[in-house]
Nanobody, 111 residues
Framework: QVQLVESGGGLVQAGGSLRLSCAAS????????MGWYRQAPGKQRELVAR???????IYADSVKGRFTMARDNAKNTVYLQMNSLKPEDTAVYYC?????WGQGTQVTVSS
């Protein structure tokens, strides 16, 4: 069983920054890609960023140049550094690995 626990969400003004963390239990962490997703009210969940086991990353066009995803295999943790936040980044952010999902953390960006 894999458990994922996100943290780091909160309320920030537009232009500000937040860093999300996702700590994973279980032995699959280091050999699997992980993703950050988000879901805004009334919208479908979307991929924000993804990092492979060799640290290759991809980003949604809407966050390229503003968000950075990283992983620390020794700590079984992935991070999402979010800079230059916009009101449209407001959503619940989830991390995921394989079929497992975290509970989500709320990010709210005020204008």
């Amino acid at each position: 069983q894999v458990q994922l626990v996100e943290s780091g969400g909160g309320l920030v003004q537009a232009g500000g920054s937040l860093r999300l963390s996702c700590a994973a239990s279980g032995s699959i962490f280091s050999i699997n890609a992980m993703g950050w997703y988000r879901q805004a009210p009334g919208k479908q969940r979307e991929l924000v960023a993804r990092i492979t086991s060799d640290r290759s990353t991809i980003y949604a066009d809407s966050v390229k140049g503003r968000f950075t995803m990283a992983r620390d295999n020794a700590k079984n943790t992935v991070y999402l550094q979010m800079n230059s936040l916009k009101p449209e980044d407001t959503a619940v952010y989830y991390c995921a690995i394989s079929k497992y999902w975290g509970q989500g953390t709320q990010v709210t960006v005020s204008s």
